[in-house]
């Protein structure tokens, strides 16, 4: 099977892009070539909004289009000529207005979200263009992804506090519900549905359990064998200057997911990986915020 990857150099189209070259797919990867590419994919160099004639005349039995953000970034590879069985989007719960009733579910009106901003609306853009012009295509809309090749500073803050045994400064009582979905686990569903065509076209996807910040906490020091102190942090003080979520929760409904994918991977099995990914490539994290510095300045 043929697979056109936008991407695959960083967190999820890197590891969806090491995922199907593992697993014998002839992997062709769509970036600007500035960046180390994964062994076994045909590269693509060029910009997606410049994309040329790079891609005119080829055929993929699916595109899995994981760095489009904007209408634009659909509208430009559905114009670039080429032709295509399957399309699947990622895209986002953003799309969700932090209004709707929880959880939310794939039949909800979708609309501005006023914590993600443009970021949802945009995503939503995208969505729209490509259901009107590719009708059968899969949307999948994800909360909290995670696992090895993580860029963000996440988990691997955690990691730190915990290798360093630092004392953990958690918002207010750490009862914050959280909801995460394993690369992995987009890998198998990804799978399922370029071979099964199940009918559901827009899927919310992710763990069917939430945690709490509190418990994800502990889960990260637990992969790192350690056991955290907390620290409880008064609402005055701006979450986001010394965590790495925002103050806002939300589950999804992932029922629709669930009826074609089974089981997803453990919260605690994905945070163990993670670590030993993240310990052996502590500097593949490149966007770190200054959380730790902000802690020791005005929290400890």
Same mark, same amino acid.
């Given at each position: ?72 970034? =659909? ?20 799309? %969700? ?17 006023? =914590? ?16 009107? !012009?590719?009708?059968?295509?899969? =949307?999948?809309?994800?909360? %909290? @992804? ?12 955690? @990691? ?34 370029? !071979? ?33 102190? @907390? ?18 929760? %939300? ?26 990914? %993240? ?19 005005? =929290?400890?």
């Amino acid at each position: 099977m043929k697979i056109l990857i936008t991407g695959g150099t960083a967190f999820v189209s890197k590891y969806t892009a090491e995922y199907f070259v593992t697993n014998g797919y002839d992997v062709t990867v769509l970036n600007r070539g500035s960046k180390e590419q994964i062994e076994g994919v045909r590269l693509i160099q060029a910009d997606r909004l410049s994309l040329g004639d790079a891609l005119s005349g080829s055929h993929f039995d699916a595109v899995l289009d994981i760095t489009a953000y904007t209408e634009e970034h =659909i509208r430009a590879l559905l114009s670039s000529g080429v032709s295509f069985d399957d399309y699947i989007l990622i895209s986002s719960s953003a799309v %969700y207005p932090e209004t709707n009733p929880q959880p939310f579910s794939e039949e909800q009106v979708c609309g501005y979200n006023h =914590i993600w901003g443009n970021y949802g609306i945009n995503k939503l853009k995208a969505e729209q263009y490509l259901t009107a !012009r590719v009708p059968h295509s899969y =949307i999948l809309r994800p909360p %909290y @992804f995670y696992g090895k090749y993580e860029n963000l500073y996440r988990e691997p803050f955690v @990691f730190d506090c915990a290798v360093h045994d630092r004392p953990f400064c958690l918002p207010q009582d750490g009862r914050m519900k959280l909801q995460f979905f394993h690369v992995k686990d987009l890998c198998w569903l990804i799978e399922i549905l370029v !071979r099964q065509h199940p009918d559901h076209h827009i899927l919310n996807v992710g763990n069917k359990e939430t945690v709490t910040i509190k418990e994800w906490v502990e889960l990260c020091y637990r992969a790192a064998d350690k056991t955290p102190r @907390f620290i409880s942090v008064d609402k005055s003080i701006p979450q986001r200057d010394y965590f790495c979520f925002y103050d806002y929760e %939300y589950v999804l409904d992932v029922s629709k997911q669930n009826e074609i994918l089974k089981p997803t991977v453990t919260l605690s099995e994905g945070l163990k990986e993670e670590f030993e990914w %993240y310990r052996a490539n502590p500097d593949s994290v490149q966007n770190r915020k200054p959380y730790l510095s902000y802690i020791d300045q005005y =929290i400890k």
